[in-house]
């Protein structure tokens, strides 16, 4: 039966051709995730199974704190472990992200993706996290070290002036030396400026403080044993560990991210399959239709059910298993070009030899081939039914099951969907949201079992405009004649535009969303000044601003990551007089005059979550340790905090880093607004970063990520949408070759090519226009509820873009008219003897 299968795709090749194209692309997909974040993530394991230190003490943080406000100790804990017995040496380490290196024009440089650090110089340099090149030690405040690549790439030399920003001020200094970028851990391969370790404190945390210290054990001690002796000398305070614990809990948080990444990537891919699996099962039920007298032939010299069952599936391996090959060798051609694309920016980024695992070629042949055996197999199934008496007859019609059966399914799955529905809008909030989305899927699934019942009417509402000339109406009755193949080919197009336009109308309820709030939060602060780079600046930008002319007031607000329970936040300190004018504010419970006596602001959201209550007591963990505060009061949602808020004599008490995130700047009376911030610009060259724009600027600004986002998922569904259209391509395709005959009758009693190409196009278009208004009316529904359920969580404002879904609509036609193209093209070239005289 295989052999038979080969050889029946081989004789109907051009038939399979998009068949193969679709699992050719979601495997490529896949695949190219798969290998590129193997890739990436087996070059960077590199990073941390090259360590410089014997053993490597960190601080012990409640949370994961980050580079770039990391938790740190005092040089009183480098000296105890000095004094450990086994240590030979005891390496304070400082290294702190988010450092901007600006080129001599005084814009930030170009790192494509990596993040820069900046680096305390160490007092022995066997232990060092980098070499040195070239040049002497910077000393003081005036002298840096930089990394070889990135002093290359920009063009500085030893002895140039070179402008950074800190987290704490933004300075000039000279280049004294060159070094190698970081040689392990996550800033290998990085950007990397360097100071003496004075001077790096002062500038990268504000304050005296270590990030790690690496311990180098004298010769025949053994280094676990040391590790214990340390971790009991220094106590629950710090993390003690050996560099292959260093290692392995490098790996474990690489391969949690890239997972996690991999993960998404690869569930779109499985999307694009989906939608594939609609184009497979299409072309299987109408070749096997096409083939029943063969098929039934088969039957009457000897083959059993099983085996004609059998010779079908062979041919939906050999699609499968020439599908996934050749998209897992696109895939592995992507990742192999994104990894020449970064290996030739001058960048010291490591690199590690394309992985193409056994588990990445397993996975991509699993799916390809399961789901094109699995599409295949109703087609197959239904072949093996032919009886062998079939094969004396001249027409031959494969047996259908009543709709029933599906009918029933689909009203069963639309009915859960209701309840999932309204069960999470009554929830509201991300869980609402997500059982929104679950039943948004139930329901796809339901209309995809229900469509055939309904497809014939709707085709003929949606047709009804074009008229009733011949070849519209002969266009629409070819639509309406095969309900199950029209919803079959629409459902792959409404799955898609499900998606995009439920993706469009939250996309656009999030911008009016930010709109109405900004507006409704930023009170008399007519200018917002923020940073574009790192999150947060130096305190010194505040300073500056205050001595402008024209500014009234400064209020400043800082921000880091928190933890309440299990609850991750965000907590915010801002000045005094903040939440009285320039935020404008309502409270369900309280004021803002709590805030002076160290008591704590929720918004009420995330009240609501903790479980608390004005006078109630909680914990919060920051990378200082855990701090007990009290609830003071409870904020109405307010966009601009969302966050645990405090005053800044509180927020520095709980370890909160002296930078600040947003600076809220009130123009003196009688000022024009244009002319102070352009003077504030001015006043901030040495930080390229820094953005002061007005509430509308700052509105538009903040809907930026909304339109990227929006964006990258909409590339992300492109793969799916293509497959969408090769679907009403193929039917049409095949439908040419199954009405063959009957397209030469019509030729012969007068239709010329010209109505040809329209009733093909009248038929495209019917198809089109019920998967995008099937999917648009799923979407929009869907994306309304999610909105519905996200009104205390920043969706507050519902907004239905009524103009980019009639464009979407109006695509959906054009698409209809392009995929009519091809097969149009080949119906008209037909002969009409031969058509006629073809069976």
Not at 558 to 584: H, K, N, W, Y
Not at 786 to 807: F, S, Y
Request: hydrophobic share 50%.
């Amino acid at each position: 039966m295989l052999k038979l299968g080969l050889r029946s795709v081989l004789a109907h090749r051009l038939r399979f051709v998009l068949c193969t194209v679709a699992v050719l692309l979601g495997v490529a997909f896949a695949g190219g995730a798969m290998v590129f974040t193997d890739t990436l993530s087996t070059a960077l394991k590199k990073n941390f199974s090259i360590s410089t230190a014997d053993i490597t003490v960190t601080p012990a943080s409640p949370i994961e704190a980050g580079a770039n406000r990391p938790a740190t100790f005092q040089s009183e804990v480098v000296e105890r472990v000095a004094a450990v017995p086994g240590v030979a040496s005891a390496n304070p380490q400082l290294l702190v992200s988010d450092v901007q290196i600006l080129s001599p024009d005084g814009k930030p440089i170009e790192t494509y993706g990596l993040t820069s650090f900046g680096a305390a110089w160490t007092r022995d340099s066997r232990n060092a996290p980098f070499k040195v090149v070239d040049g002497e030690p910077p000393s003081g405040v005036a002298e840096l070290g930089l990394d070889q690549s990135t002093a290359t790439r920009v063009g500085y030399d030893l002895g140039d002036q070179v402008r950074i920003v800190t987290p704490t001020r933004s300075v000039t200094a000279k280049l004294t030396a060159i070094t190698t970028p970081g040689l392990s851990g996550v800033s290998a391969g990085a950007p990397l400026v360097t100071f003496d370790a004075t001077t790096a404190q002062l500038l990268l945390l504000g304050k005296p403080g270590w990030t790690s210290i690496s311990v180098a054990v004298a010769p025949g001690s053994d280094p676990g044993t040391v590790r214990k002796v340390i971790a009991q000398t220094i106590g629950d305070s710090v993390k003690v560990r050996t560099a292959p614990q260093v290692a392995a809990d490098g790996e474990h948080d690489l391969d949690n991210t890239f997972g996690g990444f991999s993960t998404v990537l690869v569930m779109f891919a499985g999307l694009a399959l989906f939608v594939g699996t609609f184009l497979i099962v299409n072309t299987f039920a109408m070749v096997v239709a096409q083939r029943s007298r063969e098929l039934a032939m088969l039957r009457a010299i000897g083959a059993s059910r099983g085996q004609v069952t059998g010779a079908v599936l062979a041919e939906a391996l050999v699609i499968g298993v020439v599908g996934s090959t050749l998209g897992l060798l696109i895939g592995i051609g992507v990742a192999a070009g994104i990894q020449f694309f970064y290996q030739h920016l001058d960048l010291q980024i490591p690199t590690a030899a394309l992985q193409i695992s056994p588990a990445t070629v397993i996975a991509c042949y699993v799916i390809g081939v399961g789901v094109t055996i699995a599409a295949a197999y109703p087609a197959a199934r239904r072949a093996g039914k032919l009886p062998p008496v079939a094969a004396m007859r001249d027409d031959v019609a494969l047996p259908e099951r009543s709709l029933l059966v599906r009918v029933l399914i689909g009203g069963f799955l639309l009915l859960m969907a209701l309840m999932l529905a309204l069960i999470g809008l009554n929830a509201g909030d991300l869980p609402g949201a997500v059982l929104i989305g679950l039943g948004a899927g139930l329901t796809v699934l339901a209309v995809v079992m229900i469509s055939p019942l309904i497809s014939r009417y709707v085709v003929r509402a949606l047709m009804w405009p074009l008229g009733r000339k011949a070849a519209v109406t002969l266009g629409r009755r070819n639509a309406e004649r095969n309900p199950r193949r029209t919803s079959a080919t629409a459902s792959a197009l409404m799955i898609s535009v499900a998606l995009v336009s439920g993706l469009l109308v939250i996309a656009a309820s999030a911008k009016a969303s930010i709109n109405q709030n900004i507006a409704d939060a930023l009170g008399s602060s007519e200018l917002v000044i923020t940073s574009n780079g790192p999150d947060s600046f130096s305190t010194q930008v505040a300073d500056r601003v205050g001595k402008v002319s024209g500014v009234k007031s400064v209020h400043e607000v800082r921000q880091q990551a928190g933890q309440v329970g299990d609850t991750a936040v965000q907590v915010s300190g801002v000045s005094e007089g903040t939440l009285d004018g320039p935020i404008v504010t309502k409270f369900d419970a309280g004021s803002a005059a709590v805030l002076r006596d160290g008591q704590a602001v929720l918004p009420r959201n995330l009240a609501k979550a903790l479980g608390l209550s004005v006078g109630k007591t909680f914990d919060l963990a920051m990378t200082t340790g855990k701090h007990r505060l009290t609830v003071g009061g409870i904020l109405a949602p307010n966009r601009q905090l969302n966050t645990v808020v405090l005053s800044l004599p509180a927020y520095e008490a709980v370890g909160g880093a002296p930078s600040d995130t947003v600076l809220y700047v009130e123009v003196a009376q009688g000022t024009e607004v244009g002319p102070v911030g352009a003077t504030i610009l001015g006043q901030l060259k040495d930080y390229p970063s820094i953005q002061v724009r007005d509430q509308q600027g700052y509105a538009a600004g903040a809907r930026g990520p909304v339109n990227g986002i929006l964006a990258a998922l909409g590339m992300l569904l492109a793969l799916a949408i293509l497959i969408a259209i090769l679907g009403i391509v193929n039917t049409l395709a095949l439908g040419v070759v199954e009405r063959t005959r009957e397209i030469g009758l019509l030729r012969a009693i007068g239709m010329d090519r010209q109505q040809l190409n329209r009733m093909l196009r009248v038929e495209s278009i019917a198809i089109s226009l019920l998967g995008a208004l099937l999917g648009l009316a799923i979407g929009v529904a869907f994306g309304a509820s999610i909105q519905a359920a996200m009104v205390d969580n920043g969706l507050n404002v519902r907004d239905i873009p009524v103009l980019q879904l009639v464009i979407a609509v109006l695509a959906a036609g054009i698409v209809g008219v392009l995929a009519a193209v091809w097969p149009s093209r080949r119906a008209a070239r037909l002969d009409v003897l031969r058509a006629i005289a073809s069976e």
